[in-house]
């Protein structure tokens, strides 16, 4: 059974940093996506991480966002800089089966304050 555990995340000033972490259990090397939600706003796309290693960003965090993995800890990362109050949200990673639901972690808060 596939599983995606989260940390990181919490609270900090605009412009500061913060990382978050997906640990994958029950597959080897899945494509990894990261995904966010704000109150009141529908859940939106921020990054993703292939088995190839090849990324994919939103423009609205292209540039300050950096999605890594390591194969090994089976764990895939999102570096967030120069963060801004308008990324505060819920962020989830996501898993999509060729088969079967979706699979998120539980999902961290991010808070940023101006």
């Known amino acids: 059974q596939v599983q995606l555990v989260q940390s990181g995340g919490g609270l900090v000033q605009a412009g500061g940093s913060l990382r978050l972490s997906c640990a994958a259990t029950?597959?080897?090397?899945?494509?990894i996506g990261w995904y966010r939600q704000a109150p009141g706003k529908q859940r939106e796309f921020v990054a993703r991480?292939?088995?190839?290693?090849?990324?994919d960003y939103a423009d609205s965090v292209k540039d300050r966002f950096t999605i890594s993995r390591d194969d090994a800890k089976r764990t895939v990362y999102l570096q967030m800089n120069s963060l801004k109050p308008d990324d505060t949200a819920v962020y989830y990673c996501?898993?999509?089966?060729?088969?079967?639901?979706?699979?998120w972690g539980q999902g961290t808060q991010v808070t940023v304050s101006s």
């Open positions: 991480i292939n088995p190839s290693a090849s990324t």
């Open positions: 996501n898993y999509n089966p060729l088969v079967g639901s979706p699979i």
């Open positions: 029950g597959i080897n090397f899945p494509p």
